[in-house]
Structure formats: structure tokens, C-alpha cells
């Protein structure tokens, strides 16, 4: 609790604590008699509530009066504002009882719930908060043989960083001295520490928890993992979802319109009976108390904000409450295979060369022609040669998207791809029958051999495809540039009801519309897709999926920034808990909706046929704003 929270709850108990003492000697002591007078009485009684009432709502009326200088008028300050002032003003009326007691209650109840409120909505940012922790304030950069701590911002690529045991890691980099551990917690929600060692990638936001190490910084501070993670933190408050947006237009036309409602109730039946007037007044503010919309506009966006800080606990960024509204409905969820169900960790399992050529020859040429990729095939290939790559034997290299490579070393064209590239350029190339990404390298024109790579499929993968199943996802389907042979197996062994192989990027993008169509048309049509992918290629999908969900620890920034939440642990299993977290807040959104619009109608009804009194108003709306308030909270609830 804050300060201003503090000074608040301090403030409503002393204003508690008078009405106590007011009510007693309102009910147990006979004024009447000690002044000689029942209006004597009453207008003491009157001065004596009015004094709890201003300390505890003082700030409500001024607030009151400020929006309706700037023409905000129908909101919850001008609904308390006029019901408690109408409250007190019923002592004006000769055959009406007295209600200052009842007017000071609800303006003490009302900012009861409203501190409660403010204390719910400091928690559930406090998971979101929680996250701008991991700004680092200054990183160690050696100038002159001392350590400087300089701002982030001001360290270029290729600086070396030093980062101290209990520091931590300011910028993304490769660690190039010492050892250590890092706790990745506040990044992936992972409890267990991370070993790092000479070589390592390192990313921003960890904390370097026993050794001392020195880091190579690789991307500017503004393009670094913990400032990517700001961002999108910052930002999801600002992406609505369709009903928290239907929310708010609902108080705009519901507010004025019950304030309508109530005046005509407390005017227009005395107007066509006759008299009765302090009856019919004492229903129309009954009535105002009771439509304040607190509980919708309170609980609403607080489930919403609970469920993304909830999972922001795990490692799952909702960049805004929209996507996790469309990840609720996700009936249908598309993968990319490597990197995203695959470790993407690709290992060269078999050179196979033609009957004339030296296996060591054949790998030395792929993995020279791959020598300026970045793929991870090419990073395999280079990883199984163990000799030195010479840079002035490769000539003329072009990158063929979702075919291969095309190169000129020591004056001969070498390609080295798929079946794909062979038959375009002409060269003819044999099956394999091992299972894996078969590499075909031809040179001149001339067919040498392949190399067989296989991927590792990600621990947690036949995990992940099992809870998406027992969640109620209907479909789960593969979409990879891999040979069909290859996708099949891996299909089968993690239980992935469809695949399509050997797709192009722009081929990805297709069958993606085909699976939206299928979807959208399913049952209600309201079902989703979402498609899981990590690579700069899958960036288009990301993007036109209803949902697009990439793994951000390893993933590309293109992905990550077309994606509509990221998984910081690259874990398959965590698409289930975030469809998991994302229907549970959706849940708990609509039970609030039902709740609160049931009591509030039921209580409205009531009013208008002279049943219910103020405190069942004070129950309508302040009882129903903290059980909607409380039930809120539950969002933020998650297991690690």
C-alpha cells in the first residue's frame, strides 16, 4: 500500500469511527428531549453526519463538480455525488424520515470500495511491475584499466561489458571470459539457474548470480531483450479487447440514461398522483445508487490486466487484452516446425558422397558454399568441418529462400540444397533413406553426395501437443520446408493431427488462409487459429494468423514483433498454459458481467416499486463492486 492509499485508509477510518459514534448518539440518546424540539433534533443530526460524510467524501464531491466544469458529467462521482446530497436534502420534507444516516453510509461504503479497488488494481499491476524491475540502471565498461559504470544506452555493439556476481546483465551478447550462473526468473519464469560458459549468448535482463564474466555486446540497448520486454509491457494496457471496450460504451449510454430514469421516477408519480413527494424522491436516489456501474468498469479491465500479469509470471507476453481475448477462443493452433517443436539444433548424421568423391571433400564444399549463412542447417554444416573456413575461395553467394545456396568456390558453382534447387538447376540427385533434411551439393553441374541432418525434437513437444488436445483445441497441424518423410515422423511421434512439407515462405502464408477459412467456418465460427513460429519467415504468418505466438528467447526480431504474445522460454508446453490463462480470464470476466448487471436489475426493479431501501443500494453497488473486484484478482493466480 502506498502512501496515498495510506492517508486514504486513514482518512475513512477516522470518518468510520465518527459515524459510530454519530449513529450511537443519534439512536440511543433522546435529543428530542434534551433540546425540546424534533426539528431541533434533527437538524443536530443532520450537522452531526454531515461531518463523517465530508472527511470521508470530500474528494468525491470536489472531483464531482471539477468533470462537470469540463462536461463530464454522468460518471460515478456525479452519481454518489447527487444520491448522498439528495439523502441529506430529504430532511427538507416535513412527512419524510430522516436518511443523513443512510446518505453518510453510502458515501463511506462507496470509498471503501473504491480503496479496496485502488488496493486490488496496485496488486495486479504489481506481476506487470514486477517485470520493469529488469531495466538495468548502468553497465561496467573498462576504460583507461578501471571499470566505469556508464548508462546502457551509451554502450555500442562489439563493447565488452564486465558484469559482477549479484549484477544484472544489462545489454544481449556473447560471453567471451569467465563462468557463471544466471537467473533468468523475471525473463522466463524459470525457477532453475542458467549455466553460461565462454560462447554463450547471454540476454539482457538476467541476473549474474556467481561468477564474474565479461560479455561482447551484440545489439544496442534499444534493440536488447529487456528493452523489446519493456516495451511490450508497457503497451498492453493500451490494446483493448472487444468487451472491455464494449464495457466502456455501455457506462457511456447506461450512465445517463439511468439518471434519467431516476428523476423521472422521483418527479413524474408525484406530479400524476399527487403529494408523496420525499417517497418517490427517496426511490430515485435509491436508483442512482444503485445503477453506478462501478463493478463492470472496475472488474472488467482488472480480470483482463490480472490474466496478463498473471501469465507475464510465466514468461508469456499478451501484448494487450485483445490477443488474450482471441487466444481464449483458439480452436485451431498451426506450428512451425524447427525451432518451435524442434531445438532448431540441427547435427549433421551422415555424409553420403558419390562413389568417386572423398566424404571430407564433400563436407569441406557445403560447408564453404554455406559459409555466410545464418541458417541453421548452414550452422550445422560448418559445426561437423573441422577445418578452417578460407573466406577467399567463396565467391558470388546467393541465397535461395526455402531451396538453398548457390556459390562460386575456387572459380566451380556449387549448389547445395534441396531436391527442389537440383531439379531447377538441372542436377539430377538420389533418395535417402535415412530420415532427416537431406542436403544435396552438386558441383559444376555435377551431382557429389548428400549430407543427412536431423533435428532434435524440444523435450517438452509431445507434452505441449497432448495439453493443447486435453484444453480443447479441435486442430493442431505442422506447416514446414522440410521433405514429407521428415515432417511425417516428427508428426507422428508428437501426435500433430495434419502436416503440409516442402513449403516456401509465401507457401506457409497460403496454407495458413486455407486453415483460417476451415476455422472461421467450424461450428459457431467464432474459433480461432494461432500459428507458433520463431523464424524471420514466419513473420508473414505471425501477422496474418488471428493469433500469432513466437518463441522470443530464441526467436528472430521480426517474429517476435509481429507476434501477438511471446513465449520467453521458447517452450511449446506454455501455448497450453497461456490458452489455459487466456480462457480462465475470460471466465472470469463474463461471471462479473452476469453478476453484476443480475443484482444491479434485480435492485433497480426493486427501487422503483418502493422494496428495496438504501443500504440494499449500498449492497447493489459497493457489495457487488467487491465480490466483482475480489473475483477479478483470481486472474492473477497462476502455477508456476
Not at 263 to 272: D, I
Not at 394 to 423: C, F, Y
Not at 507 to 525: I, R, S, Y
Given at each position: ?8 485508509r ?8 465518527l ?134 544506452y ?15 546483465v ?12 544466471l ?17 554463450d ?63 423521472l ?7 400524476l398522483?399527487?403529494g ?76 553420403h ?21 545464418n ?9 561437423a ?35 527442389k ?12 533413406e ?53 515432417a ?44 507458433v513460429g ?6 508473414p ?62 435492485v ?37
Amino acid at each position: 500500500m502506498n502512501k496515498k492509499q495510506k492517508r486514504t485508509r486513514n482518512r475513512i477510518l477516522l470518518a468510520i469511527a465518527l459515524f459510530v459514534v454519530v449513529y450511537v448518539i443519534a439512536e440511543l440518546l433522546p435529543l428530542a428531549t434534551w433540546l425540546g424540539s424534533e426539528t431541533a433534533a434533527l437538524w443536530v443530526e443532520f450537522a452531526l453526519f454531515l461531518v463523517p460524510y465530508l472527511i470521508a467524501g470530500y474528494d468525491v464531491l470536489l472531483r464531482a463538480a471539477k468533470n462537470i466544469g469540463h462536461g463530464q458529467v454522468f460518471d460515478e462521482n456525479f452519481l454518489m455525488t447527487v444520491a448522498t446530497i439528495g439523502a441529506f436534502a430529504l430532511v427538507l420534507f416535513p412527512d419524510s424520515d430522516p436518511h443523513m444516516a443512510e446518505g453518510a453510509a453510502v458515501m463511506l461504503f462507496y470509498q471503501v470500495g473504491e480503496l479496496f479497488q485502488s488496493y486490488a488494481v496496485g496488486k495486479s499491476r504489481k506481476s506487470i511491475a514486477d517485470m520493469m524491475d529488469i531495466a538495468p540502471d548502468f553497465a561496467n565498461v573498462e576504460r583507461d584499466g578501471e571499470l566505469v559504470q556508464v548508462d546502457p544506452y551509451e554502450v555500442a555493439v562489439g563493447d565488452e561489458i564486465v558484469v559482477k556476481a549479484g549484477e544484472r546483465v544489462p545489454l544481449d551478447g556473447v560471453v567471451i571470459a569467465g563462468t557463471s550462473q544466471l537467473d533468468t526468473a523475471a525473463l522466463t519464469g524459470e525457477s532453475v539457474p542458467r549455466e553460461v560458459r565462454e560462447g554463450d549468448e547471454i540476454i539482457s535482463g538476467c541476473v549474474n548470480m556467481t561468477g564474474l564474466i565479461t560479455v561482447r555486446v551484440t545489439k544496442p540497448y534499444h534493440e536488447s531483450t529487456v528493452s523489446r520486454i519493456l516495451e511490450l509491457v508497457e503497451n498492453a494496457a493500451e490494446k483493448k479487447a472487444k468487451t472491455e471496450n464494449f464495457i466502456t460504451r455501455f457506462a457511456r449510454y447506461y450512465t445517463p440514461a439511468v439518471v434519467g430514469i431516476a428523476v423521472l421516477l422521483a418527479v413524474v408519480p408525484p406530479l400524476l398522483l399527487g403529494g408523496g413527494w420525499s417517497d418517490w424522491v427517496q426511490r430515485g436516489l435509491i436508483f442512482l445508487v444503485v445503477s453506478c456501474p462501478c463493478a463492470l468498469v472496475i472488474s472488467v479491465p482488472l480480470s483482463f490486466f490480472g490474466g496478463i500479469g498473471g501469465a507475464s509470471r510465466l514468461g508469456i507476453l499478451v501484448k494487450g487484452s485483445n490477443y488474450l481475448e482471441t487466444l481464449a477462443a483458439a480452436e485451431t493452433v498451426v506450428f512451425d516446425k524447427t525451432g518451435t517443436l524442434t531445438d532448431g539444433s540441427f547435427n549433421v548424421v551422415a555424409i553420403h558422397p558419390e562413389a568417386d568423391i572423398d566424404p571430407d571433400r564433400l563436407l569441406s564444399i557445403a560447408a564453404h558454399a554455406e559459409a555466410y549463412s545464418n541458417h541453421p542447417i548452414a550452422l550445422s554444416v560448418r559445426a561437423a568441418y573441422s577445418g578452417p573456413i578460407d573466406q577467399q575461395r567463396i565467391d558470388d553467394v546467393q541465397e535461395q529462400s526455402g531451396h538453398g545456396v548457390r556459390a562460386r568456390i575456387d572459380e566451380h558453382v556449387v549448389l547445395v540444397g534441396n531436391d527442389k534447387l537440383m531439379s531447377a538447376c538441372g542436377v539430377g540427385c538420389h533418395e535417402c533413406e535415412l530420415t532427416g533434411t537431406i542436403l544435396h551439393v552438386s558441383l559444376d553441374g555435377e551431382y557429389i553426395g548428400h549430407i543427412v541432418i536431423a533435428d532434435v525434437i524440444k523435450p517438452d513437444a509431445v507434452e505441449a501437443i497432448a495439453a493443447l488436445r486435453a484444453a480443447g483445441v479441435k486442430k493442431t497441424v505442422m506447416l514446414t520446408g522440410d521433405r514429407a518423410d521428415v515432417a511425417a515422423a516428427v508428426a507422428k511421434e508428437l501426435g500433430i493431427d495434419e502436416f503440409r512439407a516442402q513449403l516456401l515462405p509465401q507457401d506457409k502464408v497460403a496454407e495458413v488462409e486455407k486453415l483460417l477459412e476451415e476455422t472461421h467456418a467450424h461450428g459457431t465460427g467464432k474459433g480461432k487459429l494461432a500459428f507458433v513460429g520463431d523464424g524471420i519467415n514466419d513473420a508473414p504468418v505471425l501477422t496474418r494468423a488471428d493469433i500469432g505466438i513466437a518463441m522470443g528467447a530464441m526467436g528472430s526480431d521480426a517474429a517476435i514483433e509481429a507476434a501477438d504474445v511471446v513465449l520467453m522460454d521458447d517452450k511449446p508446453s506454455n501455448i497450453a498454459r497461456a490458452i489455459g490463462i487466456a480462457r480462465k480470464t475470460m471466465g472470469i470476466v463474463w461471471q462479473n458481467i452476469v453478476f453484476a448487471l443480475g443484482v444491479k436489475f434485480l435492485v433497480l426493479v426493486l427501487a422503483a416499486v418502493g422494496i428495496a431501501n438504501m443500504w440494499l443500494a449500498v449492497f447493489a453497488d459497493v457489495g457487488v463492486a467487491v465480490i466483482a473486484i475480489l473475483n477479478a484478482m483470481r486472474a492473477m493466480n497462476v502455477r508456476k
